[in-house]
């Protein structure tokens, strides 16, 4: 199963968002190596579950907390 896919992380540059495994940028475990994924969030702004299919279910918590 894989992990739940935070909405707002609160420091997403220091995360690799490119697999389930959310590496710290450091020391990336997917063999990627080359380079981080970014959050959306960091590419499009607070707002970017507002634009696309995701394909995620917003928190109760977290939607009620962004409006």
Do not use: V
Not at 15 to 30: A, L, N, Q, R, T
């Amino acid at each position: 199963m894989a992990k739940k896919f935070p909405l707002h992380p609160s420091h997403p540059e220091r995360i690799c968002w490119g697999c389930d495994k959310y590496c710290p940028k450091e020391s990336m475990g997917c063999g990627n190596g080359s380079s981080r994924t970014q959050h959306p969030a960091e590419l499009l702004g607070d707002d970017w579950m507002e634009f696309g299919d995701w394909g995620l279910e917003p928190d109760r918590e977290t939607s009620s907390s962004t409006h």
